[in-house]
């Protein structure tokens, strides 16, 4: 299953709302993860499920989506907030990443 | 607290055998799927493969089955991944990752919830 985030990458600034989309190449049934990278760290799990965020993960972070497409959006954009941020698919082996969409300060 | 923590960077020759490591502590190990992802230099997240340590099933991507092999040693809460002839392409970070696993409604869902701290592997002559 391929995966196709869109943007690659975003300038937005502290306060603005964005929304980041997936597109996988068939349905996936919800089985749709997200994650946030920062430079030099592991990824990070911010939510499961195409709609469920992870423990501790602030609420300004949201999924959603059903079938093949899914947006993760966050509401007002924090300084630590600029990252680089994956889709991966949980539903059938591989389980594959998108291709990240690079968020950076405008 | 649950950690899993990778053995430390590496330097190899083309050629050469190596094995990296992954330790699982403060869960239960073997019920929990390790999975291995690869990051290239400058680039993103590749899903390598995957072993439950309970039974030692293990699934690979197409893109590296028989390339590389992953295991574990449950005595020790470890999980390896090996490559018996390294090659300059094989340089990159190597993250080994928790699969959780929730209950939403009538489902379980899955993501990876626990990360270790990545080891960088430098293939060069």
């Known amino acids: 299953i391929q995966l196709t985030q869109s943007p690659s990458s975003l300038s937005a600034s502290v306060g603005d709302r964005v929304t980041i989309t997936c597109r996988a190449s068939?349905?996936?049934?919800?089985?749709l993860a997200w994650y946030q990278q920062k430079p030099g760290k592991a990824p990070k799990l911010l939510i499961y499920a195409a709609s469920t965020l992870q423990s501790g993960v602030p609420s300004r972070f949201s999924g959603s989506g059903s079938g093949a497409d899914y947006t993760l959006t966050i509401s007002s954009l924090q300084p630590e907030d600029f990252a680089t941020y994956y889709c991966?698919?949980?539903?059938?082996?591989?389980?594959?990443f998108g291709q990240g969409t690079r968020l950076e300060i405008k | 607290e649950v950690q899993l923590v990778q053995s430390g960077a590496e330097v190899k020759k083309p050629g050469e055998s190596l094995r990296i490591s992954c330790k699982g502590s403060g869960y239960s190990f073997i019920t929990y799927w390790i999975v291995w992802v690869r990051q290239m230099p400058g680039k993103g997240l590749e899903w390598m493969g995957t072993v439950y340590p309970g039974d030692s099933d293990t699934r690979y991507s197409p893109s590296f089955q028989g390339q590389v092999t992953i295991s574990t040693d449950t005595s020790s809460s470890t999980a390896f991944l090996q490559w018996n002839s390294l090659k300059a392409s094989d340089s990159a970070i190597y993250y080994c990752?928790?699969?959780?696993?929730?209950?939403?409604?009538?489902?379980?869902?899955?993501?990876?919830?626990?990360w270790g701290q990545g080891t960088t592997v430098t293939v060069s002559s």
């Open positions: 068939q349905g996936i049934s919800s089985y």
């Open positions: 990752a928790r699969r959780g696993q929730w209950k939403v409604g009538d489902y379980y869902y899955y993501g990876m919830d626990v």
């Open positions: 991966q698919q949980l539903n059938r082996f591989p389980r594959t």
